[in-house]
């Protein structure tokens, strides 16, 4: 009878350990970009053309991405769409691309197209010094609390600004008014009802699966639907093409071809298809 009751025991925990290690889920959400203070001129285009060119790049902004989790890993990634609403625009609308996060070993691995060039981008793993608030509210099905982190102004940021504030001045005409660069504060929503300490895209750290997140700026990712333990197992596989860099060496890459693209009055330069 004592041997019967440690098999029992034995078997339970096993039980126990494995649907621990098999806890997966598929999260789907929807980001939607505010590009309602985005300005543009094109001499000899009409109004009427300016509004559909700005409908198409509204919609263009509108995705919807997966992220594939388990307790430790997860695989964000954009769902692919057929009807591109604006060609070669990826650079415009920040098109996404597989991003893998490993909480256990610390390190995240994006794939990132830059201007038709494939880039990996292998780094450890963003740290956020979040703040709970203590503010409450129902994503879905799901009871969730709100947290903040401020992300303060880089200094190739202010740099940046100063240099093409410097050139508008010396300009004869300018077309676009610089903002200065300020701080930003990331809001999250996450909820302990799925308790994994995951997210969206990059963001993660908090004692629950993140739902919504706003970047501070003008984009607002939401979870629409959870899926937990889905019949098909999920594999992970870390993304593997492009030319390896590290996220400074990224940035700074992408910010020298960006400052290419400037003309003299620092303004960048985008030729529109009509």
Same mark, same amino acid.
């Given at each position: 009878?004592?041997?019967?009751?440690?098999?029992?025991?034995?078997?339970?925990?096993?039980?126990?350990?494995?649907?621990?290690?098999?806890?997966?889920?598929?999260?789907?959400? @929807?980001?939607?970009?505010?590009?309602?203070?985005?300005?543009?001129?094109?001499?000899?285009?009409?109004?009427? @053309?300016?509004?559909?060119?700005?409908?198409?790049?509204?919609?263009?902004?509108?995705?919807?991405?997966?992220?594939?989790?388990?307790?430790?890993?997860?695989?964000?990634?954009? +769902?692919?769409?057929?009807?591109?609403?604006?060609?070669?625009?990826?650079?415009?609308?920040?098109?996404?691309?597989?991003?893998?996060?490993? *909480?256990?070993?610390?390190?995240? *691995?994006?794939?990132?197209?830059?201007?038709?060039?494939?880039?990996?981008?292998? /780094?450890?793993?963003?740290?956020? /010094?979040?703040?709970?608030?203590?503010?409450?509210?129902?994503?879905?099905?799901?009871?969730?609390?709100?947290?903040?982190?401020?992300?303060?102004?880089?200094?190739?940021?202010?740099?940046?600004?100063?240099?093409?504030?410097?050139?508008?001045?010396?300009?004869?005409?300018?077309?676009?008014?610089?903002? +200065?660069?300020?701080?930003?504060?990331?809001?999250?929503?996450?909820?302990?009802?799925?308790?994994?300490?995951?997210?969206?895209? #990059?963001?993660?750290?908090?004692?629950?699966?993140?739902? +919504?997140?706003?970047?501070?700026?003008?984009?607002?990712?939401?979870?629409?639907?959870?899926? *937990?333990?889905?019949?098909?197992?999920?594999?992970?596989?870390?993304?593997? #093409?492009?030319?390896?860099?590290?996220?400074?060496?990224?940035?700074?890459?992408?910010?020298?071809?960006?400052?290419?693209?400037?003309? +003299?009055?620092?303004?960048?330069?985008?030729?529109?298809?009509?």
């Amino acid at each position: 009878m004592k041997k019967l009751i440690i098999l029992s025991f034995l078997f339970f925990a096993a039980l126990n350990s494995n649907a621990q290690q098999t806890f997966q889920g598929i999260a789907t959400y @929807q980001s939607l970009t505010d590009i309602s203070g985005l300005k543009f001129e094109v001499p000899g285009m009409s109004d009427d @053309q300016k509004n559909k060119i700005m409908e198409k790049m509204k919609k263009s902004f509108q995705k919807t991405f997966t992220l594939k989790f388990d307790k430790t890993q997860s695989l964000f990634e954009e +769902e692919q769409k057929l009807d591109n609403p604006l060609n070669s625009s990826s650079f415009i609308s920040g098109s996404e691309g597989k991003y893998f996060k490993d *909480i256990k070993e610390g390190i995240e *691995i994006e794939e990132q197209d830059l201007f038709d060039k494939e880039f990996l981008i292998v /780094d450890k793993l963003t740290k956020w /010094d979040w703040k709970l608030v203590d503010e409450f509210k129902k994503i879905g099905d799901y009871n969730c609390q709100k947290a903040t982190v401020e992300i303060p102004v880089t200094k190739e940021e202010k740099e940046s600004y100063e240099a093409d504030l410097k050139k508008q001045q010396t300009a004869k005409t300018n077309f676009i008014v610089l903002e +200065e660069p300020k701080p930003k504060l990331v809001t999250a929503w996450f909820t302990q009802d799925i308790p994994v300490n995951n997210g969206p895209r #990059n963001y993660w750290g908090l004692p629950g699966l993140i739902l +919504e997140v706003n970047d501070g700026q003008k984009t607002t990712i939401v979870c629409s639907k959870v899926v *937990i333990n889905p019949k098909e197992q999920i594999v992970f596989k870390k993304p593997t #093409n492009g030319k390896k860099v590290t996220r400074k060496q990224f940035d700074k890459i992408s910010e020298d071809k960006m400052n290419s693209m400037k003309d +003299e009055n620092g303004t960048i330069q985008i030729n529109v298809n009509r």
